[in-house]
């Protein structure tokens, strides 16, 4: 039961889709100061592998840093310093994956060896043989796409595992570790830290009254509102239910009271609308709550902002409280 778990798991990500990556035409670069050579090196790869050739190791790295699949690179140049062109390839962000195919003369081991520290991927010696060019051209130009697709996978992994699939906010683990982490940078540096937590009021006569999937247009509608009217700094996060919170850094109270009190009054200002056209009002009830030093704790916070909901519903609801 367990294999066919993981194996669900792995129909996230798209196998047809890896195959033709990996098997796909790549971009090469060709860098060399030698005009017939880097035609020899143009036609062995042409027939495989979009190429272009650049002479200029300024332009190389400017091309490098767009969609290229792998550098073929000679050594041997003369008009600059190669080894220093593989250094900036390495130490520049956009290269730094880039796979270089370094050309050498078989003869010159000081420069083999310290292209290879420099991080050179793999190397061919003069005169250059087409066939094992073609060869390793291809093995490094899969090894990148692999690369690629297992980096846009975890960044997509990544993603789910913190996001609200109703909403599209943060969920309640992306809220957890984001206050994890304040609350270390609190105790270090003192900075101040808000919360609100908002309850929608009466939610459940939403449900009872318009049905469940109007609930769930409200709970969105309510997510866009929300997002578009607390700052860049701050987080917004569905905690779960119709409950949410936005996590403030670097907000004090009376800043955080401000920011509840342009999300309550733009919930309640104009009805929602649902996709079939009925309308209601909304409301919600805002707890505000900031950290307070040493003492203090996450737990400690949340539980003042959830005493401060209970005291705006008893208030009467569609209100701010600290
Ligand atoms: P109050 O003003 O005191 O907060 O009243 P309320 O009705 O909002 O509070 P209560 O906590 O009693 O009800 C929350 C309701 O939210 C109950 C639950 O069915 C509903 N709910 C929770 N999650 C979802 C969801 O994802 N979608 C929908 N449509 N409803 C949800
Ligand atoms: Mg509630
Ligand atoms: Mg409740
Ligand atoms: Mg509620």
Redesign the pocket.
Known sequence: RQREASSRRMGLFDAAQLQRQITATGNVLIIDDNPRQAERLMHALGATHRCAYETDPQAALKIAAGRVDLLVLNLTVRAFDALRFVAQLRSSEATRQTPVLGIFNADDRPVLLKALELGVNDVLPKPVDSLELIARARTQIRRKRYADFLRTSLDKSLELAVTDP?TGLNNRRYMDMQLAQLMRRHLKTDEEVSVLLL?????????DSFG?????E??REFAGRLGINVRAIDMPCRM????FVVIMPDTDSDSARIIAERVRSQVAAAPFALADGRTLDVTV?VGVATLTGLGDSIEAMLKRADEAVYEA?RAG?NKVVL
């Open positions: 109703l309850d929608i009021d009466h939610f459940k006569r939403v449900n469940h999937d109007a609930g769930d409200v709970l779960g239910g119709e409950e009830s519903k609801r």
